[in-house]
Structures are given as C-alpha cells and as structure tokens.
C-alpha cells in the first residue's frame, strides 16, 4: 500500500465517521501544514490558529473528498485558501520568513552557487542570497509567487501544484519559469551568472 492509498483508506474510515482515522491524518500532516503556513504567515500562533481552521474546513468537507487527487492536495488547497483569506481580512500580503527558507538550507535551488565552506564572507553571502530570494518573490505577482513557491520549497511536483491552483500544468510551466527568470536577474550581481543561467 503507498502513502497515497494509506491515506484514502484513512478518509473512508473518517467518512463513516470513525474520528480516530481523521486524528491520525491531523497528526501525520500537522507539522508539513504548519512549516506551509508559516511561509506565509510570520506569526506562531497565527500560523497554528490557521492550521487549525484549515483542518475544521478538511473534516467538514471530507463527505464530499471523493479521492480524484491525493488527500495532501486537497489538504494544501484548503490550507492556501484558508491562509489567503485570513491575510486578506486582515489587510496583509503574504510572506516569506527567513528562518523557514534558513531552515530548509537550500532557498529555491541555489544551495550550490553558495560556498560550503564556513567562514564570514560565506555566510554573509548566504544571507545575502537568501535575503536577495526572498524579496524577489515577495515581489512577484500573486500567481507566480504561489507556483513558484509550491514548487521550490514545498517540493509540489508540476500535477500537485495544478491541482492546488486549479489551472493547467502548462500554465503553472508558464509561472515557474517566469517567477525563475525575475529571480535569476535579481541574483545574477551576487552569483556573478550569466543572461541565459537561471542559477
């Protein structure tokens, strides 16, 4: 059984009303749904009460989770809006927190640009880099944001983030590349990279 089949075995059991087998998909995605928000939302405790929300909305819907994606899709969907919604109601953009991407060491691919040796110069440029990153996508338009977003530190495969953005694969192609393009002209002063080389 994969993980994928694990988990819709667990909804059908949730679906007949066995509370246990949703408690054990609230456990098993828990932390990956906080370490999503947060990139979203800097505040702790935010972060947790929309976590909490987004699986109140999950449980209530789960009568209508028919299994067309995996049940971490739908999850992530419902977590994004949730996230969307809370930031619009209380008047802020999304953003990206500098301890996630320090804490994932390796902010959208560029972890071999950076030199692995340890000393001063080095870890400034990481900081640099990561501060360089993480404004360039502050910057960038909603939609390429998330796509960019969902595929470089959430590691959503091109299929997952379709469906968590309701569009086509091309289209989420389309958004990454650009969001990649208008990061790669930001970073290219630090790196030293050329036009054609993204990172």
Partial sequence: MNDRQVDQALVERAQKGEQRAFETLVSKYQRRLTRLLSRFIRDEHEVNDVAQEAFIKAYRALPGFRGESAFYTWLYRIAINTAKNYLSMSGRRPLLS???ANEDGESLDIAEQIPDWHTPEADLLNREIISTVEHAVSK???????AVTLREMEG??????AEVMECPIGTVRSRIFRAREVIAKELRPLLDTSENQRW
């Avoid at 960038?140 to 998330?146: F, I, K, Q, T, V």
């Avoid at 959503?156 to 983030?161: A, H, K, T």
């Fill in 156 to 161: 959503l495969s091109y299929e997952e983030i």
């Fill in 98 to 100: 500098g301890d996630v």
């Fill in 140 to 146: 960038l338009p909603e939609d390429l944001r998330r």
